[in-house]
């Protein structure tokens, strides 16, 4: 019975040796966790102290260390290429100038920067090609678009500023330790900056689109003959009133006999109109020169097929005799600064030669 007894009490008291150890492990590692987590504490508040010294210095201040992590290149977005691809992509596939290109990057002043730089030359690049490619919209082909926007960038240069701290605790309201401005450092950069104009593509113009502006250029090559039938028409009858003598070879006699010729013209151009026939009233009036207008306002038309006869060399000289009758002509307002013209005149030799010319360009 005694023996017994004593094998049980030993028992008990290995047992409550081990629950002992248990306790005494299971207080060590609560321990571990407790400095551990106060290590973690500590440096997370470096760290956010850090990045609030960071933010009081302004947006242009370039990024802290973090301690005791290695640093490591993030992406920015949804882009995973690196800055060297992105670069080669760029000089291979939009053929944009490497120097240039190069010393973009070099402007952002940091790694962080260089690479902002150059993402954003990337994204308006392959944003601009992708859409080019769809055959939707019409412009410059993009190597010449893009490059335009590199060279036009407008640009800032970058600086490296000395960190005031007295400012720094002044502006923050607190003392900064000897292990924060260690993080911190002495000095940060400010990034220079670039700024892209971004360029715009125009939607090309439907078959429709064009149809309806030579249509409307048409219309105003008529409208003008029109105008200037009437203003010829009210000075012929005019004339054939007066009771001025006119002498046959005058300059006044030729330029009655001249619009009553152009009068004729402008009466079959017209006839010729209405049957559809277009050539013989632009070649008078060149709509050529109401298509330029237009395509000025609405630049969707600035490459659209509109066809040689709505060109401006599709205007025919205007035939105004001599010199003296064109001059009179132009003293009347039959001749107008811009038309083509063409008449004959002697040289310094005497010699009669045809002379072809804008008017009011000499």
Do not use: C, H
């Not at 994204?123 to 939707?136: F, L, M, P, R, V």
């Not at 330029?255 to 010729?272: G, V």
């Not at 298509?291 to 000289?317: C, R, V, W, Y």
Request: glycine share 8%.
């Amino acid at each position: 019975m005694g023996m017994w007894s004593g094998i049980r009490q030993g028992i008990k008291e290995d047992e409550a040796s081990k629950l002992s150890d248990e306790k005494m492990e299971l207080a060590r590692r609560q321990e571990e966790r407790l400095e551990e987590q106060f290590s973690l504490t500590k440096t997370q508040a470096l760290i956010d102290q850090s990045i609030a010294v960071r933010n009081s210095l302004g947006s242009g201040a370039d990024a802290i260390a973090i301690p005791g992590v290695g640093s490591k290149s993030t992406a920015s977005g949804k882009n995973k290429l690196s800055t060297q691809a992105m670069t080669a992509v760029l000089v291979e596939t939009y053929q944009l100038d490497a120097d240039v290109l190069e010393s973009i990057y070099k402007q952002g002043g940091t790694k962080a920067g260089g690479r902002e730089n150059i993402l954003r030359a990337y994204n308006i690049a392959k944003k601009y090609n992708d859409q080019w490619n769809t055959g939707k919209y019409t412009g410059e082909v993009p190597s010449v678009v893009l490059g335009n926007m590199l060279t036009n960038a407008v640009r800032s240069e970058g600086s490296t500023v000395t960190i005031d701290w007295d400012s720094v605790e002044t502006n923050m309201g607190t003392t900064i330790s000897d292990e924060v401005k260690a993080n911190v450092g002495d000095t940060y950069t400010i990034a220079g900056q670039t700024v892209f104009e971004t360029p715009g593509l125009v939607e090309r113009p439907s078959w429709s689109d064009m149809g309806t502006v030579k249509k409307f250029a048409i219309e105003e090559t008529i409208e003008a003959s029109r105008i200037e039938a009437v203003k010829i028409k009210k000075f012929l009858a005019i004339a054939a009133k007066s009771d001025e003598v006119v002498i046959d070879g005058s300059p006044l006699a030729k330029m009655r006999n001249w619009l009553a010729d152009r009068e004729k013209e402008i009466e079959s151009a017209q006839k010729s109109a209405d049957d559809e026939i277009y050539s013989p009233i632009i070649q008078m009036y060149g709509a050529g020169v109401m298509i330029n207008t237009l395509k000025d306002f609405d630049k969707s038309m600035e490459n659209a097929p509109f066809g040689a006869a709505f060109s401006e060399a599709s205007q025919e000289p205007l035939d105004a005799g001599d010199f003296l009758l064109y001059g009179t002509l132009k003293a009347y307002g039959y001749i107008v600064d811009g038309q083509p013209v063409t008449y004959t005149k002697k040289n310094a030799d005497g010699v009669e030669v045809r002379i072809f010319e804008t008017a009011g360009d000499l």
